[in-house]
């Protein structure tokens, strides 16, 4: 089937927005459009944009970040919109869960143990929600042993599919798979759109939107092009995240952003189809069962 291009949505604040409707399923079906956008942070989003999602009947947003990023880049735009619920669930435990962690281990370091983020707070963003002023991000990014983006000092993942990002983002599901299950539960309520991001709408992003369709039947090819789709957006994205000082450092050398190649994607999902029950029985594992399954196809598919 014709590969689907990208619905861009335009935002003067923000990156790597797209529509995910129009992909082919495997039955012949489609997905539906106005029911699930993914996106690169939201932190900078102008009035004219909160107009748009408002257009786009934006409900729900699934906010993918680490506790550390949300308090590091205030509260946000989307948090102060009347008609929107926002979810924080991260795909890495909670600094105070790192700490616990760390502490177990006898102050291992995250680049050594694993350790999702540095155990440390990063100081509180004040009342306005704007992001932290560059002399509070420099305080902070001091006392922090890593880096806050996924492809910066989260440790070396166990060797499951052979491929570094996508082992890491096994790790999301091992370690966060309560947050998965509830980012598909939002995505599949009745009314509105669901927004999905992170910080760059690449990984975290990525790895939950892939999951949601492949388990209501989008074929694999389009679930590749959809995440590998994100390269043509990369140089907004690395932009974007420069506008903070929270994920500056994280960004200073562009080389050094993955890029979101087919093949990541595709072994995450292999890895996760090869366990007992594919990623039905993963899901319901954790607390996901067949009338959620039915509950996400009735939403996402024409």
Same mark, same amino acid.
């Given at each position: 089937?014709?590969?689907?291009?990208?619905?861009?949505?335009?935002?003067? +604040?923000?990156?790597?927005?797209?529509?995910?409707?129009?992909?082919?399923?495997?039955?012949?079906?489609?997905?539906?459009?106005?029911?699930?956008?993914?996106?690169? *942070?939201?932190?900078?989003?102008?009035?004219?944009?909160?107009?748009?999602?408002?257009?786009?009947?934006?409900?729900?947003?699934?906010?993918?970040?680490?506790? $550390?990023?949300?308090?590091?880049?205030?509260?946000?735009?989307?948090?102060?919109?009347?008609?929107? #619920?926002?979810?924080?669930?991260?795909?890495?435990?909670?600094?105070?869960?790192?700490?616990?962690?760390?502490?177990?281990?006898? +102050?291992?370091?995250?680049?050594?143990?694993?350790?999702?983020?540095?155990?440390?707070?990063? =100081?509180?963003?004040?009342?306005? +929600? %704007? /992001?932290?002023? @560059?002399?509070?991000?420099?305080?902070?990014?001091? /006392? *922090? %042993?890593?880096?806050?983006?996924?492809?910066?000092?989260?440790?070396?993942? @166990?060797?499951?599919?052979?491929?570094?990002?996508?082992?890491?983002?096994?790790?999301?599901?091992?370690?966060?798979?309560?947050?998965?299950?509830?980012?598909?539960? %939002?995505?599949?309520?009745?009314?509105? %759109? &669901?927004?999905?991001?992170?910080?760059?709408?690449?990984?975290? &992003?990525? $790895?939950?939107?892939?999951? =949601?369709?492949?388990?209501?039947?989008?074929?694999?090819?389009?679930? /590749?092009?959809?995440?590998?789709?994100?390269?043509?957006?990369?140089?907004?994205?690395?932009?974007?995240?420069?506008? #903070?000082? #929270?994920?500056?450092?994280?960004?200073?050398?562009?080389?050094?952003?993955?890029?979101?190649?087919?093949?990541?994607?595709?072994?995450?999902?292999?890895?996760? #189809?090869?366990?007992?029950?594919?990623?039905? +029985?993963?899901?319901?594992?954790?607390?996901?069962?067949?009338?959620?399954?039915?509950?996400?196809?009735?939403?996402?598919?024409?």
């Amino acid at each position: 089937m014709a590969e689907t291009e990208p619905a861009w949505i335009e935002l003067e +604040g923000g990156a790597n927005a797209r529509d995910i409707g129009g992909l082919p399923t495997i039955d012949g079906g489609r997905t539906r459009a106005g029911v699930l956008i993914r996106s690169a *942070n939201l932190q900078h989003l102008t009035k004219a944009d909160l107009a748009r999602f408002a257009e786009l009947g934006v409900r729900r947003v699934v906010d993918l970040r680490t506790d $550390v990023e949300v308090e590091a880049e205030g509260a946000g735009p989307m948090m102060r919109q009347p008609d929107v #619920t926002v979810h924080h669930l991260s795909l890495f435990p909670d600094s105070s869960e790192v700490h616990d962690e760390v502490a177990a281990r006898g +102050g291992e370091s995250a680049d050594d143990g694993g350790a999702s983020f540095p155990p440390e707070r990063a =100081a509180s963003a004040d009342d306005s +929600g %704007a /992001s932290l002023p @560059p002399e509070r991000a420099a305080s902070a990014s001091k /006392s *922090n %042993a890593s880096l806050l983006l996924p492809w910066h000092g989260r440790g070396k993942p @166990p060797v499951v599919t052979g491929i570094a990002d996508a082992d890491l983002y096994l790790t999301y599901l091992d370690r966060r798979p309560d947050s998965v299950v509830a980012s598909l539960g %939002a995505i599949a309520e009745p009314d509105g %759109a &669901t927004v999905v991001h992170c910080a760059a709408g690449k990984d975290r &992003t990525g $790895v939950v939107v892939a999951i =949601a369709l492949s388990l209501v039947g989008v074929e694999r090819s389009a679930i /590749s092009a959809d995440y590998a789709a994100t390269e043509a957006q990369i140089s907004a994205i690395i932009a974007l995240l420069r506008r #903070t000082a #929270t994920y500056q450092r994280d960004v200073a050398d562009p080389a050094s952003v993955p890029p979101p190649r087919a093949e990541v994607i595709d072994a995450v999902l292999d890895a996760l #189809t090869g366990r007992p029950g594919g990623i039905s +029985g993963w899901l319901s594992e954790h607390g996901w069962t067949s009338d959620d399954t039915d509950r996400l196809r009735a939403r996402l598919l024409v």
